[in-house]
């Protein structure tokens, strides 16, 4: 079997995790969570590529990059689209062109905050939404890719 590529991307304002709201976000940095995140996948055997970008456009070019438009392409996506999960048709178009299996990631409960987060734009061509759970979100996304991979070539 091959090795294994997982794109993990951030949206915006997920650069600031530890200072921004740790009340909701938590403590943890998103340097913290790429790093433990690339030590687990690597002890799994996976390779993961760490993105984040606060520019609508640049995570849509990313996707293609990483997908489409590369010789090898990742197999598969945790993605935590911060407000871009609310509003981007541009994003979750780029996903359903890169047709790999995803798994939407929220730090915070988005079903308790204010009505508008309770709409995403990617949670019916997600494999899984996980949300409220703070970082170990992308953990359990990872431990879904890991079994997914055991089972699928
Ligand atoms: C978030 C929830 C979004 O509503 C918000 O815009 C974010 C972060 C989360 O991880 O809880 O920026 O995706």
Same mark, same amino acid.
């Given at each position: 079997?091959?090795?294994?590529?997982?794109?993990?991307?951030?949206?915006?304002?997920?650069?600031?995790?530890?200072?921004?709201?740790?009340?909701? %976000?938590?403590?943890?940095?998103?340097?913290? =969570?790429?790093?433990?995140?690339?030590?687990?996948?690597?002890?799994?055997?996976?390779?993961?590529?760490?993105?984040?970008?606060?520019?609508?456009? $640049?995570? &849509?070019?990313?996707?293609? +990059?990483?997908?489409?438009?590369?010789?090898?392409?990742?197999?598969?996506? =945790? =993605?935590?689209?911060?407000?871009?999960?609310?509003?981007? !048709?541009?994003?979750? +178009?780029?996903?359903?062109?890169?047709?790999?299996?995803?798994?939407?990631?929220?730090?915070?409960? &988005?079903?308790?905050?204010?009505?508008?987060?309770?709409?995403? %734009?990617?949670? +019916?061509? $997600?494999?899984?939404? =996980?949300?409220?759970?703070? +970082?170990?979100? %992308?953990?359990?996304?990872?431990?879904?890719? !890991?079994? %997914?991979?055991?089972?699928?070539?």
């Amino acid at each position: 079997m091959s090795t294994k590529k997982i794109a993990l991307i951030n949206g915006p304002n997920l650069h600031l995790l530890g200072k921004r709201e740790p009340h909701i %976000y938590g403590a943890t940095t998103l340097q913290d =969570i790429e790093v433990h995140l690339s030590n687990l996948a690597s002890q799994a055997g996976i390779e993961l590529i760490c993105f984040q970008s606060n520019h609508e456009g $640049a995570i &849509v070019d990313f996707v293609s +990059d990483i997908g489409l438009l590369s010789d090898t392409p990742v197999d598969g996506v =945790i =993605i935590n689209p911060a407000a871009f999960t609310h509003t981007s !048709v541009a994003i979750r +178009d780029a996903l359903s062109a890169l047709n790999k299996p995803f798994i939407e990631v929220h730090l915070s409960n &988005v079903h308790a905050r204010e009505p508008f987060r309770t709409h995403s %734009y990617f949670s +019916d061509k $997600a494999v899984g939404v =996980i949300c409220g759970l703070g +970082d170990m979100g %992308y953990e359990m996304a990872l431990g879904w890719f !890991v079994k %997914y991979f055991s089972t699928h070539e």
